[in-house]
């Protein structure tokens, strides 16, 4: 079956520094992969997508996410966080047959200290 | 971009009654949407996958008569929660796609959630 693993819970990270938010996936083909990111009591936001091509992904507030197909990953990355930044951020796997529904993990609560 | 509409945002009803949940594609034709509830702290579960004009498929363990989904246009899906009660609070989001988009427009549009609490 499908699944995708976030293993970060919960993440705390300085203003200004950088980023990583880990994401694991285990699917048949390769699928196409998101990150969204949501904040208390809101709906959700795409950041950025990947169906193929190059590996490297640019989304918005300067977001970007690499997919690795060796190790079933697309990790989202941020070279300076922001304290608008600390938010939920998803990642999900959207399924190429049938319904193309899509598969979230866990999320990873992002905290931002001052 | 596409805009998906939920409403109402939050309501609070009464244990037994029905509570009815819009989800309304603004600027494009959603062929499938999608339900999904979530509870605090914790990701999205799937409820249900609804096309237009056909009946809803139900995740494993999602009572069908209790999540009444309805899709009888290509631009809004309903929610009916029924006689609910307590353990029904949830967060609860649509999502829409145009299966007619691919390629880079590939994509799901999320609705702003609703807040059901019932007491």
């Known amino acids: 079956a499908q699944s995708v693993t976030q293993p970060d819970i919960h993440i705390t990270v300085s203003e200004g520094a950088s980023l990583e938010l880990r994401c694991n996936y285990s699917?048949?083909?390769?699928?196409?992969l998101f990150w969204y990111v949501q904040s208390p009591g809101q709906g959700l936001q795409l950041l950025l997508k990947?169906?193929?091509?190059?590996?490297l992904v640019q989304g918005i507030k300067g977001f970007e996410a690499e997919f690795k197909r060796s190790q079933s990953s697309f990790n989202l990355r941020k070279p300076s966080v922001h304290w608008s930044d600390a938010a939920e951020y998803f990642c999900?796997?959207?399924?190429?047959?049938?319904?193309?529904?899509?598969?979230f993990g866990q999320g990873t609560r992002l905290t931002i200290n001052p | 971009g596409a805009v998906v509409s939920q409403h109402p945002s939050w309501v609070i009803c009464k244990s037994g009654t029905s509570v009815k949940i819009e989800c309304r594609s603004l600027?494009?034709?959603?062929?499938?949407m999608f339900w999904y509830r979530q509870f605090p702290k914790q990701s999205l579960m799937l409820m249900a996958t609804?096309?237009?004009?056909?009946?809803?498929?139900?995740e494993q363990g999602v009572e069908k008569d209790k999540f009444l989904i309805n899709h009888a246009s290509l631009t809004l899906s309903t929610l009916t929660v029924t006689s609910a009660h307590p353990e029904d609070s949830s967060f609860y989001i649509c999502?829409?796609?145009?299966?007619?988009?691919?390629?880079?427009?590939?994509?799901?549009?999320f609705g702003s959630g609703t807040r059901l609490t019932v007491v």
């Open positions: 999502s829409a796609r145009d299966l007619t988009a691919g390629g880079a427009n590939y994509g799901y549009t």
């Open positions: 699917y048949g083909a390769t699928p196409y």
């Open positions: 990947y169906f193929s091509g190059d590996t």
């Open positions: 999900a796997v959207g399924l190429i047959q049938g319904a193309q529904k899509l598969v």
């Open positions: 600027d494009f034709q959603a062929t499938t």
């Open positions: 609804s096309n237009e004009g056909s009946k809803a498929t139900y």
